[in-house]
């Protein structure tokens, strides 16, 4: 689909102005001098009025939901009670983090609505810019409470998680001027919106080795996190002989060994132990207790969940050859999740029409696209970062891939709006 060249130069002008919004959202934080930005936090109320200016400016019409997330939205000026395209992703943070992660996502869907604007493009259906209060899991060790409202996953459970200080989400939400009472009425109707699309950068260095700026994502991944636990028997250091001990540590490393074969030998399957505790702590002293924590990911559920299964055997016979304690407890879990034929489909020919191939790529980390696909159907789009640094200050894109990203964007609006046309008359 041809286009106007006055569209390239106003796309590049968006995209120089989306940096320059990530650089300025970098300054709302709870810590000087790196950025971290947790769950209704002060820096997150600061960073809503400047996000609430800048979509008003774009003719947008605000609202923050009970969950703590912050909407704009434009109506479609052809189709009353016209359905939605929701774009966006997370505001929050995880510690000292980058630039990018989550902000950028909505700083594209806002310059999507000010691309619109400007060139006068009605579309048949409502575009809305959502920036989610939580995705990370920082503040209260489980993610994505923004998304999770959306679909009316919120429970009374989950409100009175506490956090380290012993604040709940319900009150957290309530210390935002939110009302956790009306938790449930941020659920968003399934009809009212025909998609939801999550722009992020890759978080990894697949596009940077390929040369490519952008790609699509076919699915997010499964995922399961455990709390593993080896307990022998402590003993000192110079006086309990090597066939006589219970050394918790040892078993452990042989486990954890076992893992990375196991990721290795697997394709598509990734397996970190993330961190290790051991007790009693000592130079002098044979471990008697090792804790783990285990995250392992596949897009097949099944390839997992079999990994799993062969991860807890092996623990249960260094059991019997180690003489020690194995226990595992699995901690977080979810499925993995495809994203949407045909939106993505639409998305592939938005990144043709930008003049880049058209890469597939899986995820390996949690988005808030894997939330809200349960409802809607959902599509991603990677933007390379960086020697695929995240979750870091280094974290870094260029102008011309940001550019690259929103004209892929601006191409897929066009084909959804087409269809929808069709559709309609």
């Given at each position: 689909m041809n286009h106007p060249p006055q569209d390239d130069v106003l796309l590049a002008e968006l995209a120089q102005r989306t940096l320059d919004r990530c650089?300025?959202?970098?300054?709302?934080t709870e810590e000087p001098g790196r950025i971290t930005r947790t769950f209704c936090s002060s820096a997150m109320a600061d960073l809503h009025v400047a996000l609430r200016d800048w979509m008003e400016a774009a003719g947008l019409t605000c609202r923050v939901d009970a969950a703590g997330n912050l909407f704009g939205r434009l109506e479609s000026p052809l189709l009353d009670n016209a359905q939605t395209l929701l774009i966006g992703s997370h505001l929050d943070s995880v510690p000292n983090a980058g630039r990018y992660d989550g902000v950028l996502g909505v700083m594209l869907g806002l310059a999507l609505v000010e691309a619109v604007q400007r060139s006068d493009l009605r579309l048949p259906f409502a575009l809305e810019v959502v920036g989610f209060s939580e995705e990370e899991g920082v503040r209260y060790g489980v993610p994505f409470i923004g998304?999770?409202?959306?679909?009316?996953?919120?429970?009374?459970?989950?409100?009175?998680?506490?956090?380290a200080n012993g604040v709940s989400v319900a009150e957290a939400l309530g210390h935002f001027s939110c009302d956790a009472a009306q938790i449930q009425s941020c659920e968003l109707p399934a009809k009212k919106y025909v998609a939801y699309l999550e722009p992020h950068i890759e978080?990894?260095?697949?596009?940077?080795?390929?040369?490519?700026?952008?790609?699509?994502?076919?699915?997010?991944?499964?995922?399961?996190?455990?709390?593993?636990?080896?307990?022998?028997?402590?003993?000192?250091?110079?006086?309990?002989?090597?066939?006589l001990r219970k050394d918790a540590l040892c078993a452990a490393a042989e486990w954890i060994i076992e893992v990375e074969k196991a990721?290795?030998?697997?394709?598509?399957?990734?397996?970190?132990?993330?961190?290790?505790?051991?007790?009693?702590?000592?130079?002098?002293?044979?471990?008697?207790?090792?804790?783990?924590?285990?995250?392992?990911?596949?897009?097949?559920?099944?390839?997992r969940q079999a990994a799993v299964e062969h991860l807890i055997r092996l623990g249960k016979d260094l059991q019997q050859t180690r003489n020690i304690e194995f226990q595992f407890t699995t901690a977080h879990e979810h499925s993995a999740v495809a994203m949407d034929a045909a939106i993505t489909t639409?998305?592939?020919q938005g990144i043709a029409a930008a003049g880049h191939r058209t890469m597939e790529l899986p995820s390996g980390a949690g988005h808030d696209a894997a939330v809200m696909a349960r409802r809607w159907p959902s599509a991603m789009l990677f933007i390379r970062c960086r020697g695929g640094v995240s979750h870091h200050p280094d974290e870094a894109v260029t102008l011309a891939d940001v550019t690259a990203a929103l004209t892929a964007i601006w191409h897929f609006g066009r084909r959804l709006n087409s269809k929808i046309l069709s559709d309609y008359f």
């Open positions: 650089e300025a959202a970098a300054a709302f998304s999770r409202a959306l679909v009316g996953d919120c429970d009374e459970a989950l409100l009175q998680r506490k956090d978080q990894g260095p697949v596009l940077e080795s390929e040369d490519q700026p952008l790609s699509i994502v076919t699915a997010i991944a499964g995922q399961t996190r455990a709390a593993v636990r080896f307990v022998g028997a402590a003993g000192h250091a110079g006086t309990v002989p090597m066939e990721a290795q030998q697997t394709l598509g399957l990734v397996a970190t132990v993330g961190t290790i505790e051991v007790s009693p702590g000592a130079g002098n002293v044979i471990p008697g207790e090792a804790r783990l924590r285990l995250d392992i990911r596949h897009t097949d559920d099944k390839i639409m998305l592939k």
